[in-house]
């Protein structure tokens, strides 16, 4: 009897601890929850192009219009600024041509550059910096010399700037 006495209390206890351990699982599992979510995050490309429209002249005369429109389109998935510095390969080409007519969206900053008023959205494109080359009437033509008008573009981020003046003077480590 004693034998089965302590086999049945073996038993009793064994499904007592069994029937708290099973109770403390649903209890934790209950109370308890995980969730696991996984973000990437990839910076954002930065790209834009120039674009012209362009027809040299064959043999150039003193008081030539040249058409030349350059533009920056942006290919970034993200808004930008853009500025654009031109500058002639020598003087001697800059001597020979009227003063360039920029037009009323750009402005010309002490740095050199001229900056676009508004900030470019994805596939957008700016305005032509200007849309023409005009040699001066008053040149001699067999003194007219060749010469390259160089467009340079740079671009930074939309996001965080109000204007294209503050997010280059960011991107310049503050010069400007």
Same mark, same amino acid.
């Given at each position: ?5 302590? %086999? $049945? ?6 499904? &007592? ?6 109770? &403390? ?11 696991? $979510? ?14 012209? *429209?362009?027809? @040299? @002249?064959?043999? @150039? ?26 500058? !002639?390969?020598?003087? %001697?080409? *800059?001597?020979?041509? *009227? ?8 402005? %010309?900053?002490?740095? &050199? ?23 001066? @009437? ?8 060749? !010469? ?5 573009? *740079? ?17 310049? &480590?503050?010069?400007?």
């Amino acid at each position: 009897i004693y034998q089965k006495m302590k %086999r $049945k209390i073996m038993i009793l206890f064994a499904l &007592g601890c069994m029937t708290v351990l099973g109770a &403390g699982a649903v209890t934790y599992a209950y109370l308890t929850d995980d969730d696991v $979510k996984q973000n990437e995050i990839r910076a954002a490309e930065n790209k834009v192009h120039i674009e012209e *429209e362009f027809k @040299p @002249p064959e043999d @150039p005369q003193p008081g030539d219009v040249i058409v030349k429109k350059p533009w920056v389109v942006n290919d970034s998935k993200i808004p930008v600024y853009v500025r654009i510095r031109v500058h !002639f390969s020598d003087s %001697r080409g *800059e001597s020979q041509c *009227e003063p360039l007519q920029i037009h009323r969206k750009w402005s %010309r900053q002490e740095d &050199g550059y001229y900056y676009y008023d508004n900030a470019l959205a994805a596939g957008e494109k700016t305005e032509p910096l200007f849309e023409r080359i005009q040699l001066k @009437p008053d040149l001699i033509k067999e003194e007219i010399c060749p !010469f390259d008008l160089i467009v340079y573009t *740079e671009s930074v981020q939309a996001y965080g700037f109000t204007n294209a003046e503050t997010a280059f003077a960011a991107l310049d &480590g503050g010069k400007k």
